[in-house]
């Protein structure tokens, strides 16, 4: 281990670098490791599909091992789609056999003249022609990849006809239903003309206290399968959060305009276990188990077979368009999936456009002569394709829904965004913490870099335990903005370790497992690394990480502006449901947060904070863009 | 004498137990050097493949220098004597013995002496150690 591959496209050259010390002290693994190496390589304005982004395929200390969740990896490089850090998760075999390849990480830089993958065989690394995979789907690159190379047991990352055709938000796809979706890795990896990356590993990881690691690694797997919510998400996955976001009136319907849905049942998880379910599938080597294989058996879609939804891509392709039709969801999804689209934006350019329809704004002529009225599911499936393909008003959606907006010069203030990036199944106006973690996410309107769920789910014991009893009740209540600062910005610190390590967002958030002092053991153990063993030095590094992707977005040109929501979060009150009148007040939440991050009012590091990480350089750069 | 059974139902598919089997032999993480793996299809397919332990081990007939044994109704490998050939392999009916990834001798399930990992380690708890008497009269029953 302790190896990094640096494949440079251009040059058709690989070389592999050692790990520096200092990265992996002050760093820890995955997106530390990435927020370091593209603030460091990367010039502020430089065009996301240019050659001279890096796209750098990251694992972490705890990759390879029986810690129960730790089959992650994750993309990162400059986002196409939001022109700011972009960073992107996976489950699956990939980030494994990487690691077992012997490589912590992989950046890849440059442009190839002609399509290439790459193909990573323990020491022996090459670039293959493309040609043929080229214009092929991810499945069929997968299968072709394995065929050609001899062996079944190649795991492949790779993109489809739409990161081919450089649409913004296309993911990068892994082990047929596993994505790396958000923020268009896709599309970075197309400009590359990189169409896949396979991997095959033979050596063996290891941890610097085996006996220690062990005890820790066979009481999580304990906890894991004692905690009741994670055998819920074993039989029925995520979709579970579909009852429950129906029950609390937050199931983002029709482009957010409520969060009450008619058809919300059609949708729900034993629903779907009774009527569609076929098999239950698992990242390596997780104890959640929360992946499910759905089979359609009757109506138009009638004979498919297919990973997934999960309950994002039940919200984006299905409620948030008006669509109650679980096959239509599963096709799209599994369209998503072949043609590589990250599914929350793809659904969600398509909710825009039917608002846009609905309102008058667009005439059944601009789109094509489809009609995109609210559930037309038929359309949607439609116009998934077409933005795969980049026909017609597909290519002007491939674009994400904010430059689609900004092209036709209509809807701008229907596009749910936030810092242009579509906005994922919360909403802030009925859970507070969300609005707050949608605005000043790293990557735009995400939920998954600081989502609070003490406040929604109820989980008061854990609560008291993470942030004081004291912090009761308000810290639990979706509408008061009481302490929702703090708790976004412990999620985003505990959560920065959790993508550096890399595990899995399902076991710290919800269910609530896993938190800092469960990271701090393991990664002293696995590393042999005290001072990660220390809370006090693994906040510390968390801050540090956090800082320095702020401090990315800051020489992009953002600050307090951009931490912003879409104006029907703070505008147009919940209109119905059990939320019934409740809007996000920002503003609050936001100077409280800027606070206890130690950054200015406006939203920017201070040259204090960024020198007590141990981060001088970074505000000395700042200080030279007149950042700072 | 017991032996690793999976019933055919239930398999996620997530390795766990490979890591786990490589882990109890080796003291390292690795998915080449476990004695069971999982056949993985598209779209519904994942299955363990783990030795049954034969009464009459095709493995061992084949192994030129008598390295395969069967002791205790349990076969078993001399990594010793073992030149790693690979007959053995080729000579399984069920591709449930393969060579080390870096010591080269042919390496097969063991049972780990008693308490097999791979079984306390499966998240689906789907691995079972049972006699083979037990598991056609669990089959039996079903039918």
Not at chain 1, 415 to 422: G, P, Q, S, T, W
Not at chain 1, 540 to 564: K, P, S, T, W, Y
């Amino acid at each position: 281990m302790g190896q990094v591959l640096r494949v440079d496209l251009t040059k058709r050259k690989v070389l592999v670098e050692r790990l520096p010390k200092e990265l992996a002290l002050n760093y820890l693994g995955g997106t530390g490791f990435a927020a370091r190496i593209l603030f460091d390589e990367l010039e502020p304005g430089m065009n996301a599909l240019g050659p001279e982004n890096r796209l750098i395929f990251g694992t972490g200390p705890l990759t390879g091992t029986l810690w129960p969740t730790a089959g992650r990896w994750a993309v990162y490089a400059k986002s196409p789609l939001t022109d700011i850090w972009g960073e992107s998760h996976c489950g699956g075999f990939f980030g494994t056999e990487l690691k077992f390849a012997g490589y912590d990480m992989v950046i890849v830089q440059g442009r190839a003249d002609d399509p290439v993958y790459l193909w990573i065989d323990d020491d022996e690394v090459q670039l293959l022609p493309a040609k043929d995979l080229w214009g092929r789907n991810t499945a069929e690159t997968t299968d072709m990849i394995r065929e050609a190379l001899g062996d079944r047991e190649i795991e492949v990352a790779c993109i489809g006809q739409a990161g081919e055709r450089l649409v913004r938000f296309a993911c990068i796809m892994h082990n047929y239903q596993d994505a790396a979706g958000r923020t268009g890795m896709g599309a970075v990896m197309g400009s590359k003309r990189l169409k896949a990356v396979a991997v095959r590993g033979s050596r063996a990881v290891s941890v610097a206290d085996d006996e220690r690691f062990m005890e820790l690694a066979e009481e999580a797997h304990r906890r894991v399968l004692e905690q009741p919510q994670a055998r819920e998400m074993t039989k029925y996955g995520t979709p579970l959060l579909v009852a429950y976001k129906s029950e609390i009136g937050e199931l983002p319907t029709r482009n957010h305009q409520t969060g009450i849905f008619g058809g919300a049942q059609k949708l729900q998880a034993d629903t779907i276990r009774a009527k569609y379910f076929a098999k239950v599938r698992s990242c390596f080597g997780c104890c959640i188990m929360c992946k499910k294989v759905n089979r359609i058996q009757e109506g138009p879609y009638a004979g498919l077979i297919s990973g997934g939804p999960e309950y994002e891509g039940i919200y984006s392709l299905g409620t948030n368009c008006g669509i109650d039709d679980f096959g239509a969801i599963l096709k799209a999804n599994q369209l998503c999936n072949l043609y590589g689209l990250d599914a929350i934006s793809a659904g969600c350019v398509v909710a825009w456009l039917m608002e846009c329809y609905e309102r008058g704004l667009l005439s059944r002529q601009d789109c094509d002569g489809l009609e995109p009225t609210w559930g037309n599911h038929e359309v949607m499936v439609t116009l998934i394709e077409k933005i795969a393909k980049r026909e017609g008003i597909g290519d002007v959606l491939a674009e994400g829904s904010y430059r689609a907006a900004q092209r036709l010069g209509k809807g701008e203030e229907y596009v749910m965004h936030v810092k242009k990036l579509e906005i994922s199944g919360q909403d802030g106006r009925t859970h507070r913490s969300v609005a707050l973690t949608h605005a000043i996410s790293v990557r735009g309107a995400d939920h998954l870099r600081s989502l609070v769920t003490v406040d929604q789910l109820g989980y008061e014991d854990t609560a008291a335990k993470r942030y004081g009893r004291d912090k009761l009740p308000e810290v639990c209540d979706p509408y008061s903005e009481r302490y929702k600062a703090l708790v976004v910005k412990d999620a985003e610190d505990t959560f920065a370790i959790r993508d550096s390590l890399i595990v899995c967002w399902y076991s710290c958030g919800w269910p609530p497992i896993f938190w800092m002092p469960d990271f701090a053991a393991v990664a002293s153990a696995a590393t042999g690394v005290e001072k990660f063993g220390k809370l006090e030095e693994l906040y510390r590094i968390a801050q540090r990480i956090c800082n320095l992707r702020r401090a990315f977005n800051v020489r992009e040109g953002l600050d307090r502006r951009h931490d912003m929501l879409p104006k029907r979060f703070t505008h147009e009150p919940m209109p119905e449901g059990p939320g019934k009148g409740q809007v996000a007040n920002l503003e609050i939440m936001l100077n409280e947060y800027y606070k206890l991050r130690g950054w200015s009012e406006n939203g920017v590091p201070t040259k204090q904070t960024l020198d007590e990480l141990g981060l001088s350089d970074v505000a000395e750069e700042l200080k030279r863009l007149g950042r700072l | 004498m017991a032996r690793i059974v999976y019933a055919g139902d239930g398999c996620t598919g997530c390795k766990r137990c490979i890591v786990a089997c490589a882990h109890a032999h080796d003291g390292t993480f690795s998915l080449e050097a476990g004695r069971i793996w999982v056949v993985k299809e598209e779209p519904l397919t994942d299955h363990p493949v783990v030795c049954v332990q034969c009464v009459k081990p095709r493995c061992q007939e084949a192994c030129p220098v008598g390295a395969i044994r069967r002791v205790d109704d349990l076969v078993l490998v001399d990594e010793g004597a073992c030149i790693g050939c690979g007959a053995c392999a080729e000579a399984c009916p069920f591709g449930a013995i393969a060579l080390h990834p870096s010591k080269g001798v042919a390496i097969k399930c063991d049972l780990c002496g008693g308490d097999p990992a791979c079984v306390k380690f499966c998240p689906a708890g789907v691995l079972k150690l049972k006699e083979p008497a037990a598991v056609v009269q669990q089959k039996g029953a079903r039918g």
